[in-house]
C-alpha cells in the first residue's frame, strides 16, 4: 500500500517562504505523476502543481513565478517550495501520486497523503 506523508507546513507571515515535502512509502520512480493539491476551508480542492514521469511539471496560474515543485527519486521525496506567500494561499495542502493517467495527459492520482497546514497571515 502506498503511503504518502507530508511534512513542512506551518505559519508564516505574508512574503514569507515554506518548504513542503512528501515522503513516498515506494519508489518515487515508479509514478507517472506527483502533485500537490491545496483545499482551503468552504472551498474546493484544487491543483496546485504537479509532475509527469517525462519532466513536465504544470503550475496553477494563481501559483506560478512564486511556487516551484521537485521531485528527488534517491530520496522518494517530492518538495514544494513556496515563496512569496499570500494570506490566498493558506489552505490544508495535500500531496498526490499516479501510477497511471486516466487519459493521457491527465494524471489519475489514486494516492493522497494526509495533508498539512498552511497559514499565511497579512
Known amino acids: 500500500q502506498v503511503q504518502l506523508v507530508e511534512s513542512g507546513g506551518g505559519s508564516v507571515q505574508a512574503g514569507g517562504s515554506l518548504r513542503l515535502s512528501c515522503a513516498a512509502s515506494t519508489s518515487t520512480y515508479s509514478f507517472n505523476c506527483m502533485g500537490w493539491f491545496r483545499q482551503a476551508p468552504g472551498k474546493e480542492r484544487e491543483e496546485v502543481a504537479h509532475?509527469?514521469?517525462?519532466?513536465?511539471?504544470t503550475y496553477a496560474d494563481s501559483v506560478k513565478g512564486r511556487f516551484t515543485v521537485s521531485q528527488d527519486n534517491a530520496k522518494n521525496t517530492l518538495y514544494l517550495q513556496m515563496n512569496s506567500l499570500k494570506s490566498e494561499d493558506t489552505a490544508m495542502y495535500y500531496c498526490?501520486?499516479?501510477?497511471?493517467?486516466?487519459?493521457?495527459?491527465?494524471?489519475?492520482?489514486?494516492?493522497w497523503g494526509q495533508g498539512t497546514q498552511v497559514t499565511v497571515s497579512s
Open positions: 509532475v509527469r514521469s517525462d519532466g513536465v511539471i
Open positions: 498526490a501520486a499516479a501510477f497511471h493517467f486516466t487519459t493521457w495527459p491527465v494524471c489519475g492520482f489514486a494516492y
